[in-house]
């Protein structure tokens, strides 16, 4: 297959994974370090040491960018347990080594109940400002079914401060698709969820991962789990309700009133490079895609290893065609999808054939959209909303197929 890679542009972000919570909720496979109830990042030592090794990892990684990083996403884990002075000490370091622009986006994951009103106002000073609320659910009864630690009271506390400090952007997380949940009590939290005047809202359906405590308990699709079904009315649901409320769909998991988009992770749906460091975390620079351990051990050898390394990844770099794989995965979970060009940028004339050969059955069942007059003059594709969304794994799963069938022949 011709390499059609795109010119390798310059980073303008970066993730960081803050990997410590209180407790680990029954369907979370996410890097983690279980903290208890009581400890925050002022008062444990394994916190501490862990923000000393990230901000070692940064200072070891060369410099890429060419001008100061648009984007900043501390991610977790539970990044509100970090302490003032932690965070602090992170995006000092993030500035000495790539510098951050004046009116960066300073976006921090924060879970109601392990938080203060004072730790917001010293996070807001610090530079965040834009902040992802992990409610998940809006009802006591679910929330401890999923091993929550915080409850529907902290939730309203923590939007109440949200309010009182001004936050200029803030988002909700709520999950679809819960135990014993039925397609009334989804309709009730999103209309609490509402009442509270977030500007974005992210939108997940329940996935019951290997090796967690959901997958001990259920099969998908068994009872009290809804059936596939009920979530894909469940999703459809939210998509009316969110857009008559006037939030753009602008993301297949995402909504956001006029201009509030999450712009980091606007960066990711776009393939665009960005810088990762921490625990389990992922970097795509210079086509090169590489994760992190994802235990506190491995990644302390790991950044030791990195510096002695002289901060030289050696993975080679995203062969093309997964770079065309990657494109379509992630530039179609985007209600504006792909642009011809670009799509073209990434393929040779007989890939660009076996996409079309591949997707023409779903453009003509409308699960697809090709904006254009023929294939050939093709401005933009992009999946429907809201049953292009829904059945988007069939669409990709139909693409990666042809397209790797291909290429071994």
Same mark, same amino acid.
């Given at each position: 297959?011709?390499?059609?890679?795109?010119?390798?542009?310059?980073?303008?972000?970066?993730?960081?994974?803050?990997?410590?919570?209180?407790?680990?909720?029954?369907?979370?496979?996410?890097?983690?370090?279980?903290?208890?109830?009581?400890?925050? /990042?002022?008062?444990?030592?394994?916190?501490?040491?862990?923000?000393? +090794?990230?901000?070692?990892?940064?200072?070891?990684?060369?410099?890429?960018?060419?001008?100061?990083?648009?984007?900043?996403?501390?991610?977790?884990?539970?990044?509100?347990?970090?302490?003032?002075?932690?965070?602090?000490?992170?995006?000092?370091?993030?500035?000495?080594?790539?510098?951050?622009?004046?009116?960066?986006?300073?976006?921090?994951?924060?879970?109601?109940?392990?938080?203060?009103?004072?730790?917001?106002?010293?996070?807001?000073?610090?530079?965040?400002?834009?902040?992802?609320?992990?409610?998940?659910?809006?009802?006591?009864?679910?929330?401890?079914?999923?091993?929550?630690?915080?409850?529907?009271?902290?939730?309203?506390?923590?939007?109440?401060?949200?309010?009182?400090?001004?936050? %200029?952007?803030?988002?909700?997380?709520?999950?679809?698709?819960?135990?014993?949940?039925?397609?009334?009590?989804?309709?009730?939290?999103?209309?609490?969820?509402?009442?509270?005047?977030?500007?974005?809202?992210?939108?997940?359906?329940?996935?019951?991962?290997?090796?967690?405590?959901?997958?001990?308990?259920?099969?998908?699709?068994?009872? %009290?789990?809804?059936?596939?079904?009920?979530?894909?009315?469940?999703?459809?649901?939210?998509?009316?309700?969110?857009?008559?409320?006037?939030?753009?769909?602008?993301?297949?998991?995402?909504?956001?009133?006029?201009?509030?988009?999450?712009?980091?992770?606007?960066?990711?749906?776009?393939?665009?490079?960005?810088? /990762?460091?921490? +625990?389990?975390?992922?970097?795509?620079?210079?086509?090169?895609?590489?994760?992190?351990?994802?235990?506190?051990?491995?990644?302390?050898?790991?950044?030791?290893?990195?510096?002695?390394?002289? /901060?030289?990844?050696?993975? %080679?770099?995203?062969?093309?065609?997964?770079?065309?794989?990657?494109?379509?995965?992630?530039?179609?979970?985007?209600?504006?999808?792909?642009?011809?060009?670009?799509?073209?940028?990434?393929?040779?004339?007989?890939?660009?054939?076996?996409?079309?050969?591949?997707?023409?059955?779903?453009?003509?069942? /409308?699960?697809?959209?090709?904006?254009?007059?023929?294939?050939?003059?093709?401005?933009?594709?992009?999946?429907?909303?809201?049953?292009?969304? +829904?059945?988007?794994?069939?669409?990709?799963?139909?693409?990666?197929?042809?397209?790797?069938?291909?290429?071994?022949?």
């Amino acid at each position: 297959m011709t390499n059609h890679s795109p010119t390798i542009l310059s980073p303008a972000a970066a993730y960081l994974h803050i990997p410590f919570c209180r407790r680990r909720c029954f369907y979370c496979d996410f890097p983690i370090s279980v903290l208890g109830n009581q400890r925050r /990042g002022e008062t444990s030592g394994t916190v501490e040491s862990y923000v000393k +090794l990230l901000c070692e990892e940064i200072g070891a990684t060369p410099r890429l960018n060419e001008q100061p990083l648009q984007t900043v996403f501390f991610g977790g884990g539970t990044p509100s347990l970090l302490s003032i002075p932690q965070l602090e000490q992170i995006l000092a370091q993030l500035d000495r080594r790539f510098g951050i622009a004046p009116a960066a986006e300073i976006s921090m994951e924060m879970d109601p109940g392990t938080f203060v009103l004072l730790h917001l106002q010293g996070y807001l000073t610090a530079g965040v400002n834009r902040i992802s609320l992990g409610v998940q659910a809006l009802d006591d009864a679910t929330l401890e079914s999923c091993g929550r630690y915080h409850r529907t009271a902290d939730v309203y506390r923590a939007v109440d401060w949200l309010h009182q400090v001004a936050m %200029p952007n803030w988002s909700l997380d709520l999950i679809s698709g819960l135990p014993h949940q039925t397609l009334a009590d989804w309709e009730t939290g999103l209309a609490k969820a509402i009442a509270l005047h977030p500007h974005h809202l992210s939108i997940y359906d329940l996935t019951v991962e290997p090796q967690t405590v959901f997958a001990q308990r259920y099969q998908p699709g068994d009872t %009290p789990l809804p059936t596939d079904e009920q979530t894909a009315a469940m999703y459809r649901l939210a998509q009316a309700f969110l857009t008559a409320q006037g939030y753009d769909h602008y993301e297949v998991s995402n909504y956001a009133q006029p201009g509030h988009q999450c712009q980091h992770n606007l960066t990711y749906w776009h393939n665009q490079p960005y810088y /990762g460091f921490g +625990l389990g975390a992922a970097s795509y620079t210079q086509h090169q895609r590489v994760s992190r351990p994802r235990t506190l051990t491995t990644y302390g050898e790991w950044v030791k290893d990195f510096k002695a390394a002289g /901060g030289i990844h050696t993975e %080679p770099p995203t062969p093309a065609l997964e770079q065309l794989l990657d494109r379509l995965m992630l530039g179609l979970r985007l209600k504006a999808g792909i642009s011809g060009d670009e799509l073209r940028s990434h393929c040779s004339p007989k890939t660009w054939a076996v996409l079309y050969q591949t997707l023409t059955p779903h453009i003509q069942s /409308g699960l697809v959209v090709a904006e254009g007059d023929t294939w050939d003059d093709l401005r933009c594709l992009r999946l429907s909303d809201p049953e292009g969304f +829904l059945f988007s794994n069939v669409v990709l799963s139909d693409c990666f197929r042809a397209l790797e069938d291909w290429q071994e022949r």
